[in-house]
T-cell receptor, first 112, second 112 residues
Framework: NAGVTQTPKFQVLKTGQSMTLQCAQD?????MSWYRQDPGMGLRLIHY???????DQGEVPNGYNVSRSTTEDFPLRLLSAAPSQTSVYFC???????????FGAGTRLSVL | DQQVKQNSPSLSVQEGRISILNCDYT??????FLWYKKYPAEGPTFLIS?????DKNEDGRFTVFLNKSAKHLSLHIVPSQPGDSAVYFC???????????FGQGTTLQVKP
């Protein structure tokens, strides 16, 4: 059972480039979320989804887009990367709102 | 405004002693609280949770206490083991959105 899989594990971008961080889960979970972790800031919610076709903004959504076309996948898109988006990104999923969220191993992104 | 705060960035305890990690929150609508543990280069893993209708939940060496009037929760680890050395995050959620709001994290070091 793979759980939550994030790709790539590492990525270096130049300012202005675009990319998509992939997240897939094989647990048939309804809820999926994206967080970023920065030193001294903990994990901050970027976007989340309560089911296929439904997404909403979290605490720090600016500069990021998401879509949820299937239950399994929840990609995070950076349309024009900025140095302020240098961070470690985590994807998580859970069966329900009050269920445990399971996290992927993270994507470490550097924007130069 | 930080709705969930962990005011101690780090904590060092001796093996076998008790570790107490603290967390404060400001939003009285939070009704579900969780603690996550994170090792370097890994995603957070769930440790223990508590609903707002309870004031204590215990799981082996881990106990979470909730004081709603003080908007404060704490995680007790007894006895502490070197393998407990990690970053600990508290998180809170409200309603059925599945959104988690995290604190900044506390780095626990358990010395042999």
């Amino acid at each position: 059972n793979a759980g939550v899989t994030q790709t790539p594990k590492f990525q270096v971008l130049k300012t202005g480039q675009s990319m998509t961080l992939q997240c897939a889960q094989d647990m048939n979970h309804e809820y999926m979320s994206w967080y970023r972790q920065d030193p001294g800031m903990g994990l901050r919610l970027i976007h989340y989804s309560v089911g296929a076709g439904i997404t909403d903004q979290g605490e720090v959504p600016n500069g990021y887009n998401v879509s949820r076309s299937t239950t399994e996948d929840f990609p995070l898109r950076l349309l024009s990367a900025a140095p302020s988006q240098t961070s470690v990104y985590f994807c998580a999923s859970s069966r329900g709102a009050k269920n445990i969220q399971y996290f992927g191993a993270g994507t470490r992104l550097s924007v130069l | 405004d930080q709705q969930v705060k962990q005011n101690s960035p780090s904590l060092s305890v001796q093996e076998g002693r008790i570790s107490i990690l603290n967390c404060d929150y400001t939003n009285s609508m939070f009704d579900y609280f969780l603690w996550y543990k994170k090792y370097p280069a890994e995603g957070p893993t769930f440790l223990i949770s508590i609903s707002s209708i309870k004031d204590k939940n215990e799981d082996g060496r881990f106990t979470v206490f909730l004081n709603k009037s003080a908007k404060h929760l704490s995680l007790h680890i007894v006895p502490s083991q070197p393998g407990d050395s990690a970053v600990y995050f508290c998180a809170a959620s409200t309603g059925n959105t599945g959104k988690l709001i995290f604190g900044q994290g506390t780095t626990l070091q358990v010395k042999p």
